[in-house]
């Protein structure tokens, strides 16, 4: 079997993966990354044994697929991506958080004893946002996606950025309006005028100590 493609589950590899990043990350182009986790698989193998642990892997395959096609990979043991060209963040988001959902609901298919249902967490990054190329798009993804289960598992995360974090604290929304007009009149991001506020600030008060 050709090595794009994983011998288990019938996805497209690691290889395949990079392969398709390299030829859709364009300068134009705008492509969101979902890295996959299956929660808590190695418990699954050591409770119930390799054979219901590949199956639980195969069944996973099948779901994401469902939702996906043949933008699915199995990129490592119990880890798999999902290409989303063309679709903003809060798309990308709020799809994977629909098929985050769809696999904690589908205990069933999955066929554990006592009905021991599955989840996954999720780590969602986007081209250009996030990433100069898919080495990196693929290592932001996998970041937020590991922050998230250090916090909690079973839910869906982005990498956080200097934009985020300063829109994460208080200001009053008159002005945030009145920094993003001005961001886009000197052709500044909003965080880099922050970092010059600050800096300014610092500068006065070490002249007063």
Known sequence: MSLE???LTGLGSLRALEDNLSDLLTGNSTVSLAVLDLDNFMEINDEFGTETGDHVLKTLAGLLS???GDATYRISGDEFAIVMPDLTLEQAFLRMEALRAN???AAD???LPKGRGVTV???VAQFPRDADD???LLQAATAAMASAKEKRKNHVALPMNEEMVMKSC????PSLRKLKTL???VSRSESRLLREALDDLLRKYDRIG
Do not use: S
């Not at 208080?170 to 929304?173: E, G, I, R, S, V």
């Open 5 to 7: 493609v994983d011998r």
């Open 66 to 68: 469902e939702e996906a």
């Open 103 to 105: 696999v904690e609901a």
């Open 109 to 111: 298919r999955f066929g």
């Open 121 to 123: 967490t999720v780590g």
């Open 134 to 136: 898919g080495r990196t």
């Open 170 to 173: 208080y200001y009053p929304a």
């Open 183 to 185: 961001a886009e009149r």
